[in-house]
């Protein structure tokens, strides 16, 4: 398990299979509706508690929950401190990647981040990646970078073993057309084409 501050009041939590094993759980249990019954979930606030700080007592929280084609699982935790919440109150959001998708959105925390990203990649992904997706880009919008992936092209096992990597360092979005037309026209471009390979050429 992985505990990631994003902000003072956002973490990122990422697990995989053989933590749910070691506690006995399987993963629908947790896209319940009844997150804040289960100890599973309560043991993971006590530990972003203890190992980043981040309390959230008295707080109410909003949940996003991504899984990756290889059982690798994602929260997304926000707190928020509203007057006169006397118990936790939890709001969840379920969303999975699609395995049959053509497509992928991710958001990265900072142009460092994304090279970090390019050179693991470059070090320990075992496919050509070069023919992982026809067009990759990095963009620039509100002041958040997006990687995305368009028309990706490889077979299943290199795209799983390229979504376990990047569930590493990158978190997964929901893609549609109507953000993707968003990037397009709002978008600042920082680079195009195939942006890993030349992350991997420039920024490695």
Excluded: W
């Excluded at 203890?50 to 959230?56: A, D, L, M």
């Excluded at 997706?133 to 002041?143: I, M």
């Excluded at 995305?148 to 997964?172: G, Q, R, V, W």
């Excluded at 109507?178 to 084409?193: A, N």
């Amino acid at each position: 398990m992985k505990i990631e501050k994003l902000t003072e009041d956002k973490i990122r939590i990422i697990f995989d299979s053989s933590d749910l094993k070691a506690k006995n759980i399987d993963l629908k249990s947790l896209m319940t509706k009844n997150l804040e019954r289960q100890d599973f979930f309560n043991i993971i606030l006590e530990k972003a508690k203890n190992e980043v700080g981040f309390n959230t007592d008295g707080c109410k929280l909003l949940i996003e929950a991504f899984t990756t084609p290889d059982n690798v699982f994602v929260f997304t935790i926000t707190r928020y401190l509203p007057n006169n919440i006397s118990n936790k109150k939890l709001t969840v959001k379920r969303k999975s990647l699609n395995r049959t998708n053509k497509q992928a959105l991710y958001r990265c925390n900072n142009f460092d981040t994304f090279c970090d990203f390019c050179k693991y990649l470059n070090s320990e992904y075992k496919y050509n990646l070069r023919l992982l997706s026809k067009n990759t880009y990095l963009y620039l919008y509100n002041d958040t970078y997006y990687f995305f992936m368009k028309n990706i092209i490889s077979d299943e096992f290199a795209i799983k073993s390229f979504y376990s990597i990047a569930s590493e360092f990158l978190t997964p979005l929901h893609y549609s057309n109507s953000f993707e037309s968003k990037l397009l026209e709002y978008g600042k471009v920082i680079i195009k084409g195939n942006a890993i390979m030349t992350g991997i050429k420039y920024f490695c």
